[in-house]
C-alpha cells in the first residue's frame, strides 16, 4: 500500500518479498553459556556400579535397595529408630570452593517424621554435614562432628513441598557460605568452616515400625565458574 496528497508525484519502490512457512527442525537453539562445570551426574535410568545395592539387615530392621523405573530405591524395614547411610562407590570429591550438589527424594508411602538428605563435605562416618528433608516439609542442617549432632540452622517449612511426589534439595556454597533450596526456592543461608572438601553420601532416617521406600534421583554435582 503506498499514500499520497493531490499533486504528489514521486515513485516508491518495493523489493524481495517474501512469506515462507517455517519449519522448527531448520533451526538450532541458541546454546547458553555454561555457569557450571559438571562434576557428576547420575538419573539412574539404568543400573550402575556407583551405588550400592546390597540388602542390610540387623536388629534395627532391613533395607533393600533397588534401581527401578529410573531411581534409586531403598524399601525400609525399622524396628527401632535408624538412620541408614550410603555414600558412593566411586571418588566425587567436591571442590575446596563454589559449588553446587541437587537431589530429588521423597518416601512412599509418606510415613511420619521420616527423612531424607544430602552429606556433603564428608571426611568420613564421624564427621559431615547433612541436610535432610522431612516428610513434613521441614529442612535443616546439621554438623555430625567427632560423632556428636550440631543443629546449625533454624528448622525451616518450605511452602512449596509436595510429600507425594519429588522434591529436589540443592546445596549451594561459596567459601564459608552455604545455601539450601528446597524446589529451587531458597530458604536457608548459613555459615560454617569446620569442614572442608570431602565427597558425598545420601542419607535416610525414620522411626521404629516404619515401612516405607525412600526414592533418590537426579544426583548431580557442578563446580560454578
Excluded at 82 to 109: C, M, W
Aim: charged share 25%.
Amino acid at each position: 500500500r503506498a499514500e499520497g496528497t493531490k499533486g504528489t508525484k514521486n515513485i516508491i519502490y518495493f523489493d524481495n518479498l517474501e512469506v515462507r512457512k517455517i519449519n522448527p527442525e531448520d533451526f538450532q537453539p541458541v546454546e547458553q553459556e555454561e555457569v557450571s562445570d559438571l562434576i557428576y551426574r547420575q538419573d539412574f535410568s539404568n543400573e550402575t556400579q556407583d551405588w550400592t545395592l546390597n540388602s542390610n539387615q540387623g536388629d534395627w530392621g532391613t533395607v533393600n535397595r533397588s534401581i527401578s523405573d529410573g531411581t534409586y530405591q531403598w524399601e525400609i524395614n525399622l524396628n527401632k529408630i535408624k538412620a541408614i547411610v550410603v555414600r558412593p562407590n566411586i571418588e566425587i570429591n567436591l571442590p575446596e570452593n563454589d559449588y553446587q550438589i541437587s537431589l530429588d527424594t521423597y518416601f512412599e508411602p509418606v510415613c511420619e517424621n521420616c527423612c531424607s538428605g544430602i552429606l556433603f563435605n564428608f571426611l568420613d562416618m564421624g564427621n559431615f554435614y547433612y541436610a535432610p528433608l522431612c516428610t513434613d516439609g521441614k529442612i535443616m542442617v546439621y554438623a555430625f562432628e567427632n560423632n556428636q549432632w550440631i543443629l546449625l540452622t533454624d528448622v525451616v517449612q518450605s511452602d512449596h513441598f509436595n510429600p507425594a511426589t519429588l522434591n529436589k534439595i540443592t546445596v549451594v556454597n561459596n567459601e564459608d557460605n552455604y545455601e539450601i533450596q528446597i524446589n529451587d526456592i531458597s530458604l536457608i543461608d548459613f555459615t560454617d568452616n569446620r569442614f572442608r572438601t570431602g565427597t558425598i553420601g545420601l542419607m535416610a532416617e525414620g522411626l521404629a515400625e516404619t515401612q516405607t521406600t525412600v526414592f533418590f534421583d537426579n544426583l548431580e554435582v557442578r563446580k560454578k565458574k
